[in-house]
């Protein structure tokens, strides 16, 4: 599966923008941790493109539908099938390849450093600075959905500090 066939596949099964632009979000901040990483760049987006993409449809069978869906029916890699899992806590399957811990660490802070962006008066990403995002991080009111522990746990699994790492996502979505 090319990265321009999984968007599709995604904008098929995701009728809202928001949703949408979530897994943009997080395609932009896989691709910046590949890259950095030296990874497969093309596998870490397609897996961000696609992790969600079957939340809205099917949010009882989340991730397992849209797992069950891709095996049948595309070529996409076990190693982006197992972080689809992995990535939904209760599906007990663990992370084991850096880029299923990828996917788990930038899932929810990318939907935060957004928030953030959002309650701008210019609502411009691209002025939203660092100290921003950490004190938004820290104020558990602000985007109250974003799991922090979650994103917390994340981001030691991959070995990165939570100011590099909210540095990372900060810049992936910036430059996306
Ligand atoms: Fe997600």
């Known amino acids: 599966m090319t990265r321009d ?11 809202s923008d ?4 979530h897994m943009l979000n997080v ?10 990483w030296e990874e ?16 809205e449809l099917h949010p009882e069978e989340h991730p397992f539908w849209g797992v069950k869906y891709l095996q049948e029916n595309t070529d996409v890699s076990d ?4 972080a689809i ?32 962006a959002l309650i701008r008066p210019d609502k411009d990403i691209k002025m939203l600075e660092l100290s921003s995002v950490k004190k938004r991080f820290k104020n558990k009111a602000f985007a109250a959905g974003v799991n922090r522990d979650e ?5 030691q699994d991959l ?7 909210m540095a990372n996502v900060l810049k992936a979505m910036q430059e996306m």
């Open 151 to 155: 994103v917390q746990e994340g981001a």
């Open 85 to 116: 899992l992995g990535h939904a806590s209760y599906s007990g399957v663990k992370r084991e390849t850096k880029l299923a811990k990828t996917l788990f660490a930038v899932d929810e802070l990318t939907g935060l450093v957004q928030a953030a």
């Open 5 to 15: 066939e999984a968007y599709e596949l995604m904008c098929q099964h995701t009728p």
């Open 79 to 82: 190693e982006i099938i197992q």
């Open 27 to 36: 395609e932009a901040a896989m691709r910046h941790y590949a890259r950095l």
């Open 18 to 21: 928001s949703l949408r632009r």
């Open 159 to 165: 070995g990165v500090d939570m100011d590099t790492h």
């Open 40 to 55: 497969d760049e093309e596998q870490y987006a397609i897996a961000g493109l696609l992790h969600d993409f079957d939340y």
